[in-house]
């Protein structure tokens, strides 16, 4: 009777890694003939990895600025070894004031991918200063009983910021004192 002895690869049963994998077998008969065959099994890898992104995050703007950087995790597991994890925008970024997606996408070392979104929302909570300027005092022109008077109000912020002032410079002020209100407002 011929025996068969398998000199190179596996064996069957076993777990085979993804790739080709050679089995080569050598069969011998009773005179002492051998003879080579060869198998070749191809493992694919087409299972996509898990990734996991973290819940929504909301963070305040940085003092003095209208973003903030924002230090997130995603991870990934996978049937084989090796997923990587990439973001976009990556963690550590300056996000703007408002909401914008993170996408994380895991790949595997055979091409699969899988993804997964969450949101940054940064909150402008710093108000905005305003800049008015010391109370004015003029004179009406000779034989008036009002005059323009102009002045400059200013703000700053984190953030754009607008102002409105009543009533504006230059406008006509009777005799007397009137009070100017300024309010300065941003977006948030």
């Not at 008969?29 to 992104?53: E, F, K, Q, R, Y």
């Not at 008036?144 to 008077?149: E, K, N």
């Amino acid at each position: 009777g011929a025996t068969t002895v398998q000199v190179q690869g596996q064996g069957s049963g076993n777990a085979f890694p993804v790739g080709t994998n050679l089995e080569v077998f050598q069969v011998t008969d009773a005179a002492g003939n051998t003879s080579n065959c060869t198998l070749t099994i191809t493992v694919i890898d087409n299972v996509a990895p898990m990734v996991t992104c973290p819940a929504n995050i909301t963070v305040n703007a940085a003092n003095g600025q209208c973003g903030a950087p924002v230090t997130f995790t995603a991870t990934a597991t996978d049937n084989c070894s090796g997923a990587t994890v990439t973001t976009n925008p990556a963690s550590g970024s300056v996000f703007n004031v408002g909401t914008s997606t993170v996408t994380a996408t895991a790949t595997d070392g055979c091409g699969n991918s899988a993804t997964c979104s969450f949101t940054v929302t940064v909150n402008d909570n710093q108000a905005p200063s305003i800049n008015c300027p010391a109370n004015i005092t003029v004179n009406a022109p000779s034989g008036q009983c009002s005059t323009a008077v102009n002045y400059q109000v200013g703000t700053t912020d984190n953030c754009a910021s607008t102002v409105t002032v009543s009533p504006v410079s230059g406008s006509i002020f009777a005799v007397g004192t009137t009070t100017v209100t300024a309010v300065a407002t941003d977006n948030a």
